[in-house]
């Protein structure tokens, strides 16, 4: 079975800053997409980046972008020029083709 | 437009009373999904309809009945429940169903209490 794992239950980060939150996942598809969702405290959930395990070049979204390690079975987000709206739990999500897969989330905290 | 809509915004029930949530896409997906989420956990996949049948039942208690009237709207019913069942519920939708690689579009979810 697909597992996500997420190694950083709380992370923060001065507004401005950059930071980085780490995924690993383990498969043995070849074919599949990683997803980085946010989930403020309002609770709805956003998607905020999309990697298709067949691109090599790594996915951006203004701010936010990620590495993708395909060997390593890595996806990490990076979140640069932290704004106090980044804050939110941020839940790492894998689909190989049977269902969407989470991790445990990150609570993101953006200080002031 | 990638909104999907859920109604209602809470929810405060007694364990015998009779509710129902709604959700609405207009995207022209072909699957929708229910979900449950408890606080600082991940969403649980509960059901997954793809073409209004349902594909997917993760074995959730029959106190929660889905029903897909057409490919826009998703309901789940609720009877009898427990006050372990207080949760956020959320709904999804997909372009075809869980089997592809797909995005799944998230409402804004449905915070219930059931007292």
């Known amino acids: 079975a697909q597992t996500v794992t997420q190694s950083q239950p709380e992370m923060s980060v001065q507004e401005a800053e950059t930071v980085t939150l780490s995924c690993t996942y383990d498969?043995?598809?070849?074919?599949?997409?990683l997803f980085w969702y946010k989930q403020p405290p309002s609770r709805q959930m956003i998607l905020v980046i999309r990697?298709?395990?067949?691109?090599?070049q790594n996915a951006t979204e203004n701010r936010f972008s990620v590495n993708f390690q395909k060997a390593a079975k890595s996806f990490s987000l990076k979140i640069s020029d932290s704004q106090l709206g980044d804050a939110a739990m941020y839940f790492c999500?894998?689909?190989?083709?049977?269902?969407?897969?989470f991790g445990e989330g990150t609570q993101l905290t953006v200080n002031p | 437009d990638t909104e999907v809509t859920q109604t209602p915004k809470h929810l405060v029930m007694g364990m015998t009373n009779k509710k129902s949530l709604k959700c609405e896409q207009h995207?022209?997906?072909?699957?929708m999904y229910w979900y449950k989420q408890k606080a600082k956990k991940p969403p649980e996949l509960m059901f997954v309809?793809?073409?209004?049948?349902?594909?997917i039942n993760e074995s959730v208690p029959s106190r929660f009945s889905p029903e897909c009237p057409n490919s826009s709207l998703l309901n789940l019913h609720l009877h009898a429940l427990q006050p372990e069942d207080s949760a956020l519920y959320l709904c999804?939708?997909?372009?075809?169903?869980?089997?592809?690689?797909?995005?799944?579009?998230f409402g804004p979810g449905t915070r219930l209490l059931v007292l």
């Open positions: 999804a939708s997909s372009q075809e169903g869980p089997w592809r690689q797909e995005t799944q579009y």
């Open positions: 498969t043995s598809e070849s074919d599949y997409y």
């Open positions: 990697q298709e395990a067949y691109k090599q």
């Open positions: 999500a894998y689909n190989g083709g049977s269902r969407l897969t």
């Open positions: 995207m022209g997906h072909r699957a």
């Open positions: 309809y793809s073409y209004e049948k349902l594909s």
